[in-house]
């Protein structure tokens, strides 16, 4: 794929925001033939008329299809941002995207992360595979806030779930609204929230994470974060699929799921369908657009569905939220360097796996490592890259849905700076 010129406007606003021989006649056909029958052409089967393509799905298409496998690869990497090299890594690796968290935002003005974003958005577009980056952090409120725990960028934290929840809609909205605005304006395109895990225990390792609240109740404030986050520009994450329950915290172990599906059905799965619902918004221009959000997937192992693999690694898993939840939209895993699935990394084919199992978005630490594997696993088969041409065409959609590429008048698609909030 030929590297993209970037406008000097997209330059100047990433700036100021901181992307011989004789033929051989054929033999004759048969009806040609003296004495023989001509047969009767067989009746067509009705089918169902094919679904005519889109011009973004053609523009995409063409996209995916002038990439190098490299490119396709780095291109499902949704990864830490490392303390060194960050500029040449984007180059080295065609980096989907950069998550930040709380050492990357510590002590940085508004000034400093603006800058920061805008250079590496300008290192994807213009000297690497000229497709912006999706910039992403955690900031749900409560006790996991990587931009408001630094007072430089806000006064206070964000409020939890449980609180805006009991406080009403109307704070509710109103505060999801300026985190939104906050964040667009830093240069982030994507928020890891909400969180849709119902817990109604406080003795549970999420609860403080969550409403608090039932089902319905959390379904209905999933929506609303959805709503407003998408209203202004931000890409929105449900999390953690199939839903995290009363299980204790995978960043420091395996953890084994024993409740029955009954209790996913009718509980969990609930705020995971209200926020794949909301996919289209009526944007400020009057546009109704839509703005599908992307699931995460957690590292419980949940025997009811898959008793010997954790969510994320789980062919089964990702084949519910697909086919009986409809879900067709970018999957992520949860961070792979996470110690319940450390024993699933040893062979160093954990990010392979996650592939194999359904995932678009592959979140880790340890992509200098793990971007080789994949690109060595479809070079020897293990990973078709069928599915990797599938995962690469959903992240990319998701790019243009959250108004990182656009559709030139040429039928293109070119780099394009995101409105601010």
């Known amino acids: ?11 100047l606003l990433l700036l100021l925001a901181a992307c011989g021989g004789e033929m051989v006649p ?29 011009p973004e799905e053609a523009a995409l298409r063409d996209l995916i299809g002038g990439m190098t496998l490299e490119q396709k690869a780095g291109q ?24 930040l968290f709380g050492r990357d935002t510590q002590d940085k003005t508004a ?42 960028l806000r ?36 928020n890891l929230a909400p969180v849709a895990d119902v817990s109604t225990n406080p003795s549970d390792f999420i609860y403080d994470r969550t409403t608090g609240k039932g089902a319905e109740e959390a379904a209905d ?54 926020g794949i619902a909301v996919e289209e918004t009526v944007w400020p221009s009057g546009e109704l657009r839509r703005l599908r959000p992307a699931v995460l997937v957690s590292h419980n192992i949940v025997n009811c569905m898959d008793p010997d693999l954790p969510a994320s690694l789980s062919p089964e898993v990702h084949r519910i939220l697909r086919e009986d939840l409809g879900f067709d939209g970018v999957v992520m895993t949860d961070d792979l360097a996470m110690d ?6 040893a062979a160093g084919a954990v990010a392979v796996m996650s592939l194999q199992a359904g995932n678009d978005l592959v979140v880790t630490t340890d992509y200098r490592t793990q971007i080789p594997r994949v690109i060595q696993a479809v070079k020897d088969g293990a990973l078709a890259e069928e599915a990797l041409d599938a995962a690469c065409f959903r992240v990319l959609r998701w790019k243009l849905e959250l108004g990182l590429l656009e559709l030139s008048e040429t039928g293109t698609l070119e780099p394009s700076v995101f409105p601010q909030g």
């Open 1 to 11: 794929m030929r590297r993209r010129g970037i406008p000097a406007l997209l330059l």
């Open 26 to 54: 054929p033999p004759p056909e048969e009806a040609d033939v003296p004495g023989a029958e001509t047969p009767e052409a067989p009746e067509e089967e009705p089918g169902e008329p094919e679904k005519p393509v889109s």
């Open 76 to 99: 499902l990497f949704f990864v830490r941002v490392p303390a060194e090299n960050a500029l040449e890594d984007i180059m080295t690796y065609h980096l989907g995207g950069y998550l």
């Open 111 to 152: 000034n400093d992360l603006i800058q920061a974003i805008a250079s590496w958005q300008v290192q994807a577009v213009e000297y690497d595979t000229g497709i912006p980056m999706l910039i992403g952090v955690d900031e749900e409120g409560g006790s996991v806030v990587r931009v408001s725990s630094n007072p430089k």
């Open 155 to 190: 006064s206070k934290k964000f409020s939890s779930p449980g609180k805006l929840w009991e406080e009403g809609l109307d704070a509710l909205i109103r505060e999801t609204r300026e985190k939104a605005i906050l964040l667009r304006n830093l240069g982030f395109n994507v």
């Open 221 to 274: 404030y999933v929506s609303r974060v959805m709503e407003t986050q998408s209203y202004n520009n931000l890409g929105s994450v449900l999390k953690h699929f199939p839903g995290y329950g009363n299980n204790r915290d995978t960043h420091t172990g395996v953890t084994v799921d024993d409740r029955p599906i009954e209790t996913f059905l009718e509980q969990d799965f609930l705020p995971f369908q209200a």
């Open 340 to 345: 319940a699935v450390k024993a699933y990394a």
